[in-house]
């Protein structure tokens, strides 16, 4: 639109919302296995890293290899987290609460979970994690009245 006394156009904005801010009432909880399973292949990878001499030439890689699968590993556990807020948040309302009693304290996990694979390398935290997300499936199928098969991509 344009102000012809000033020649300026006015600039209107238009304010948009993501995902979430709108009922658009579209959930599932594939994309945080995803980025656990993610999480749990790059703690996998960094723990079976062989470490060359910290003189040799080969050490530059090791230490670029071992910076790029921290930083995805990272990545992906907050991408985790963020998918599992979403779902806590957004799709499960307190009469989720009757029918799954552990709802809050499972999520509550999970997210420390995924807080805790970002800042370690620890196979245990990152199997734990898979193992609360592959709840939160069966949970949020539940609670949709379906039964979906837990299904791994590795």
Known sequence: MTDTKLGKEEIS???ASAHCDGPCGVYDPASARVAAEAVQSMTKKMMSLD???????QFVGYLNTMSRYAAIKEEEAQKC????????????KPQHLES??????????????????KVEVSLQHAQE??????SIHH???SAKGRE???IRAS
């Open 129 to 134: 994690l898979m193992d609360a997300v592959e």
């Open 81 to 92: 987290k963020d998918e599992l807020l979403v779902l806590w948040t957004d799709f499960f």
């Open 51 to 57: 470490t060359p001499d910290s003189q040799s030439e």
């Open 13 to 15: 904005t238009i304010e």
């Open 100 to 117: 799954i009693p552990n709802l809050h304290d499972t999520f509550w996990t999970a997210a420390k979970l995924c807080s805790a694979c």
């Open 148 to 150: 979906v098969p837990w």
């Open 139 to 141: 949970m949020f199928w």
